[in-house]
């Protein structure tokens, strides 16, 4: 099972981005999907995450302007960021609890997908 990130890449202040990121694989079931960030020198920091029935959490900085959303069908969550500021350049990664069946058994593991890199310039 992986986890396949796209969509970063180089704005200007005040435009949007949309990150996409995708589980493949052989799985039962996902729950919690998110984005994390992190910029050089800080720790690693939640963005938003969701449920699997659509209950949202979010970072108060990315409130109103980032929007996060997934299609359980296509096992994907998407993150709209809307009026970028430079504050929220960072690498961008998105994390999924991934459940899996094995001789009957279920067995949940947080699965990390690779970083994309978001870059917002003045």
Not at 40 to 68: M, N
Not at 104 to 119: D, E, H, M, N, S
Request: some cysteine; hydrophobic content about 40%.
């Amino acid at each position: 099972v992986q986890l396949q990130a796209s969509g970063g890449g180089l704005v200007q202040a005040g435009g949007s981005l949309t990150l996409s990121c995708a589980a493949s694989g052989s799985f039962f079931s996902i729950h919690d999907m998110a984005w994390y960030r992190q910029a050089p020198g800080k720790v690693r920091e939640l963005v938003a995450s969701i449920t699997r029935d659509g209950s949202i959490d979010s970072a108060d900085s990315v409130q109103g302007r980032f929007t996060l959303s997934r299609d359980n069908a296509l096992n994907t969550v998407y993150l709209q960021m809307n009026s970028l500021r430079l504050e929220d350049t960072a690498v961008y990664y998105c994390n999924a609890d991934v459940v899996t069946r094995y001789s009957g058994a279920f067995y949940q593991k947080a699965l990390w997908g690779q970083g994309t890199q978001v870059t917002v310039s003045s």
